[in-house]
């Protein structure tokens, strides 16, 4: 069974920063993209940064700058570093993977974890 589990979220105050952490465990062969959604109450998931197994990276336009997606692959773990947080980054934070295994390619999901940001 593969399984990514998430850490690190919590309540900041605006302008203050939070570290999230993804490892991935389980019968895995290796791990190509690795990302950060996020969903607002109300909204639907949002793409926040992506990161490739070579370490080509993506982010959305709202977190360009303040937010820092990078990956540690001997330890199969996914990080976002959030500086600068604002009130609209309140959400709940999932890890997603593109895992391959011994019996093909899966996507896993994480279980989430809530950031506050409060004004």
């Known amino acids: 069974q593969v399984q990514l589990v998430e850490s690190g979220g919590g309540l900041v105050q605006a302008g203050g920063s939070l570290r999230l952490s993804c490892a991935a465990s389980?019968?895995?062969?290796?791990?190509?993209?690795m990302a950060w959604y996020r969903q607002a109450p109300g909204q639907q998931r949002e793409l926040a940064a992506r990161i490739t197994r070579g370490g080509r990276t993506n982010y959305a336009e709202s977190v360009k700058g303040r937010f820092t997606i990078s990956r540690d692959n001997a330890k199969k773990t996914v990080y976002l570093q959030m500086n600068s947080l604002k009130p609209e980054d309140t959400a709940v934070y999932y890890c997603?993977?593109?895992?391959?295994?011994?019996?093909?390619?899966?996507?896993?999901w994480g279980q989430g974890t809530q950031v506050t940001v409060s004004s």
């Open positions: 997603n993977a593109e895992i391959y295994r011994l019996a093909g390619p899966l996507e896993v």
């Open positions: 389980g019968s895995i062969l290796t791990i190509n993209d």
